[in-house]
């Protein structure tokens, strides 16, 4: 039986493959007032903005490539029971080849229900004003919104507690 080692990612791992942060001087944010982009009430009074704002982050990352983090984390699944647990919204760390991974703000190339949360459809391309789910509501970008509830802290909390902190 392997032992098993749960990994803690944030942005620092896909700012190597040349995602930008939200936090960096010119960051996400730069430019981007957070209340207008990234919650509930943004979206409702703004979904444009909203969506062009999630569409171009999906845009980029579906250019750039898992770097050697990512690479090195699968490489532990030979030796380990590997868990991650990342506040990144990308998916690097699947196309990497890592197994277990759970995302705990949601995943950038997903998309939801406006009224089912548990309504989630992958989703690559850009997501515009008439994009609807199989109840007619209109889908949004599948992101935990500040002012959201963490739907897989749960989850997490329920991991071994030996953490790799990267």
Not at 20 to 45: C, I, N, Q, S, Y
Request: hydrophobic share 40%; proline share 4%; charged share 30%.
């Amino acid at each position: 039986m392997k032992k098993k080692i749960v990994v803690l990612t944030g942005a620092g791992i896909s700012a190597e493959s040349g995602l930008k942060t939200f936090r960096d001087a010119d960051g996400l944010w730069e430019g981007h007032d957070v209340m207008e982009v990234a919650t509930p009430d943004g979206f409702a009074k703004n979904p444009e903005l909203v969506l062009d704002f999630y569409n171009q982050r999906r845009r980029q990352l579906l250019e750039v490539l898992p770097n050697k983090a990512h690479q090195y984390l699968v490489k532990l699944e030979d030796h380990f029971e590997v868990e991650i647990i990342t506040q990144n919204v990308d998916d690097l760390h699947e196309r990497s080849g890592s197994k277990n991974v759970v995302h705990l703000h949601g995943e950038l190339l997903k998309v939801r229900s406006s009224v089912n949360k548990n309504d989630i459809l992958e989703w690559k391309k850009d997501l515009v004003l008439g994009d609807f789910c199989q109840k007619k509501s209109q889908l949004r970008p599948h992101i935990v919104w500040f002012g959201e509830e963490v739907p897989l802290l749960d989850t997490a909390l329920k991991l071994p507690k030996r953490l790799i902190f990267w």
